[in-house]
């Protein structure tokens, strides 16, 4: 780091070169530019964080509360980032790092971000945005296209109409499923002679005149946990969401999906909304959507599908069937910040019914005037960027076939993985890919023998100590900085349905190779035998 | 706008060169961006819209909804969007683009932003974010510090306690506000015995436990809409946002809030909140925050303040006492990307007691484990991006001498502005600045002296009129595309409390010159002489 002998200083002049600087190449900002540049090239190299502090230390970069009375040169400051933070980040495009939803992003995104940041457009009335509404009106126009294939004459009419709105971008899929649900709530419990409707009179009038004991929404024991988070700011509560259980594939069991409908029904709680997954967040599964959408017809309930994680698998004509149905829900999430390749912030939900967003639609004197084409008189956020422009763009540079591309290729890398871990007589693989997602775990060939044959008490010990191991692995992985699981726990049907820790990985990063896959689990093979004192515990478990 | 005469093709090889491209300046991808960079300055130069087609113009080139089966070449679709959209788009940092709360920004900001993008982290977790965690913290801690002025073994405690959070940050002052009332209504309606509290058990049944008939929220009628979105979304309903009458200068009557409140217990209903604003999003003006607390005090209700826009002033030694009363609020909502010159998507909530976040938590297995310190366990939204650290980097380079700076000069030009809207005889100044936001509209003279001589009834027409001016003029302005101003209806007190068309301008640009202030007054008395056919209208109306 180069220590400046310059003292900078808030004067009227310094801020307003601050505000000014040219950007051209050779001047400071731009030198400092490219210097950042090529910092960052270093940093995406080979490892997953370039430092590998403890969390506890790194606090200590970061510690002091009070906002500085003296100004520091922008090049000053961007060195101490680039040593305090940028270092002791996570390198999380590395084709290394597959325990999470993120991946390496286009380049072209970086000059894209930047003229983003630049324009600065606030995407909540047109009059600070103008063409980024029509292209957001438009990219909401080519998901929902790709969720409902309507047919020309449909988003003709639609797509740019004041009083309607295809969907909501948001800045991430909890939003959208927030989004999705609170538009539900409201269309079930609208205003109906004397009563204003939920959305002016509130959650308890609103039961009270329905004459609802309750509202529940049902879903997969693998729905993501926004799903709960929604039902708490929505008012109607964490235990409000029914989780059914999956079979042997992680998938949502339509047998006691419509048995616990009908019980519902019989007990006077109305069903809100059945939501179906669309790529579980551990497993990567997808639920049977059609069946699901049959069951949400019979009861009359709002079908959501949270495909934050495998809408994108819509993009494969090759794959696109295991998403069957999707175009009957009422809503679905998107995320285009994970299988679209955009940076962090661009979630989606589109709606079938273009005037479904009528139910959440605001208001204000200053802007969103009744009329205009104001986005945000029916987003849940307010102020917002044109992060719409990054989805667009990478829908034209990538194109449908180029994405195909990428999530056929992610899915023949998961299978390529299960293939070898399979044929590993060391490891176990826990959940097939379905999606680009797996789970496995290390269990050495002598202990597999035993699970076998042990009774169920036994199989219990054994998953315990193993979980153990599990843990110990991925944790001493990490911290090697130079590969990355994830790790969670779920239900394994062979277990009797026992909760057993395994390792997870979602293989989306294109420059992922089938090396760094073998390297990794040779890496974990190794870790495993550094910790000699498991196998002990484990026959002692298994009482040999 | 160059045509190409190459075809761009999804193959494998152009795949993994759109994930690799290194970032050389003398790459493709490095030119690009050097002709985004000119691009930029030039399109960000001397006018509001670089073209001023219709909007309904605009959306026949956002008009195709689906998504392209031939990809495109980087370049060319640059060019595409340098030509439809960015000289479409609106020219938010303008010196004379004074009618919304945005700005230009720091030249700093575009190479962090890139840094930002680039490294793509994703702050729910430690996993993908490491050091950014700890600086998120910070950032919270120096906001907490800025509003609460705790001492050093305070921050010491909390700012990286696993259980603990100082606030959040989010995309917005709406996602801020949300959360603020969301932990209110948590916190109010929590278990009780047998009652599991209402973030399981849901609102309806919370109120039945608790037996209250009704929860309101009082706010002044300058309040911003995100409350009432607020309101509807958490279950409680718009009409419980009950707006209190402000006085004269757009603050809150504090004797008719105190009514409001005796009179509200009397009928068992409880206040969840009361909401105090800290920069109306209107006119600029602040609440007796003091005097709010004591009521709020007496019956023991949450105070929240709305500081989303006057936030920032809190940095200024010379005007922080404009918000006196602010550090005994449970909650604060400061927009970074307002006052603090930062891009869109930097709102925060910050709590006065750190252990406020314990009302929203929630864990999931693969991820918010309990007691890690990942902050995606107590905020709204799941996925977020690395954005606390440009305001970690404004607040360094800035530092606080620079931001108080920034707001004093900005005050004091909106003063100056008052000031000629005052010389100016066809102008009335219709709210002072106390912030640097302030209303005016165009009134000759002459339909001046009839205003004032007029009964009730004529002044309502006078001003039906001068409204159908002021919008005529505002409309034609932002045509021009030279400048912009906004517009809202605010009731006047001179009046009989009538609501009023006014322009409405923020000054918080550190370009905006006198001249641009002066040269805006000019254009306006020039588009007023346009239409002459106003005039004779406003002397009938006043029947002369």
């Not at 995407?123 to 409902?148: C, D, I, W």
């Not at 339509?254 to 997954?277: D, E, M, T």
Request: glycine share 6%; charged share 20%.
């Amino acid at each position: 780091m180069i220590t400046s002998k310059r003292t900078a200083q808030a004067t009227p002049e310094a801020l307003h070169r601050i505000f000014t600087i040219a950007e051209a190449p050779d001047s400071t900002l731009g030198r400092i530019e490219q210097e950042i540049s090529h910092n960052l090239i270093g940093f995406l190299n080979n490892r997953i964080v370039a430092s590998k502090n403890a969390l506890t230390d790194i606090e200590q970069d970061f510690i002091c509360p009070r906002i500085p009375e003296q100004p520091e040169f922008v090049s000053d400051h961007i060195h101490h980032l680039l040593d305090k933070l940028v270092a002791q980040s996570v390198h999380t495009a590395s084709p290394s790092f597959i325990g999470h939803m993120t991946s390496a992003l286009p380049a072209f995104i970086l000059p894209l971000s930047k003229l983003m940041v630049g324009l600065n457009q606030n995407l909540v009335k047109v009059e600070t945005s103008k063409a980024f509404t029509p292209l957001e009106r438009q990219v909401l126009g080519m998901m929902h296209n790709l969720v409902y294939q309507e047919d020309e004459s449909f988003y003709q009419a639609w797509m740019h109409s004041a009083q309607h709105s295809l969907g909501a971008f948001c800045s991430g899929g909890t939003v959208a499923n927030i989004t999705a649900l609170w538009v539900a709530r409201n269309k079930l419990l609208k205003a109906d002679g004397d009563f204003k409707g939920i959305t002016r009179s509130g959650l308890f009038a609103a039961l009270q005149h329905y004459g609802y004991q309750d509202l529940v929404i049902l879903t997969s024991e693998r729905g993501h946990y926004s799903l709960q988070k929604s039902a708490d700011i929505l008012g109607i509560g964490q235990d409000s969401v029914i989780a059914i259980e999956t079979d042997e594939n992680n998938k949502i069991d339509c047998q006691k999906l419509a048995q616990k409908c009908q019980q519902l029904s019989a007990q006077n709680i109305k069903i809100l909304a059945i939501v179906g997954v669309a790529g579980t967040t551990e497993t990567g599964n997808v639920d049977p959507l059609d069946k699901i959408a049959d069951i949400a017809e019979q009861y009359q309930c709002h079908f959501h599908v949270d495909a934050a994680w495998g809408g994108a698998t819509l993009l494969s004509n090759k794959h696109r069937y295991l998403l069957n149905g999707i175009e009957r829900a009422d809503s679905v999430t998107i995320d285009a910040h994970k299988q679209m390749y955009v940076p962090m912030g661009a979630g989606v939900v589109v709606f079938k019914d273009p005037s479904s967003v009528a139910d959440i639609e605001h208001h204000a004197e200053y802007i969103l005037r009744k009329g205009s084409k104001d986005l945000g008189s029916h987003t849940l956020e307010g102020s917002r960027s044109g992060m719409a422009m990054l989805v667009y763009a990478s829908l034209h540079i990538i194109s449908r076939p180029g994405y195909e591309m990428l999530i056929n290729r992610a899915i023949d890398k998961a299978k390529y993985f299960a293939k070898i871990i399979n044929e590993h007589e060391d490891f176990e693989l826990v959940t097939e890919p379905e999606l680009c997602l797996l789970t496995y775990r290390y269990v050495p060939t002598s202990v597999q023998r035993l699970l076998s044959a042990a009774d169920a008490e036994q199989q219990a010990e054994l998953n315990l100590i193993l979980g153990k191991l599990t843990k110990f692995i991925q944790k001493r992985q990490r911290e090697n900085g130079h590969s990355f699981v994830s790790r969670t726990r779920i239900k394994v049907a062979c277990y009797n349905d026992e909760k057993v820790i395994v390792f997870r990985v979602v293989l989306a990063n294109p420059l992922t190779s089938k090396e760094t896959l073998r390297d990794i689990l040779a890496e974990q093979c190794l870790l495993a035998q550094e910790s000699e004192n498991f196998l002990p515990q484990l026959l002692a478990a298994a009482k040999v």
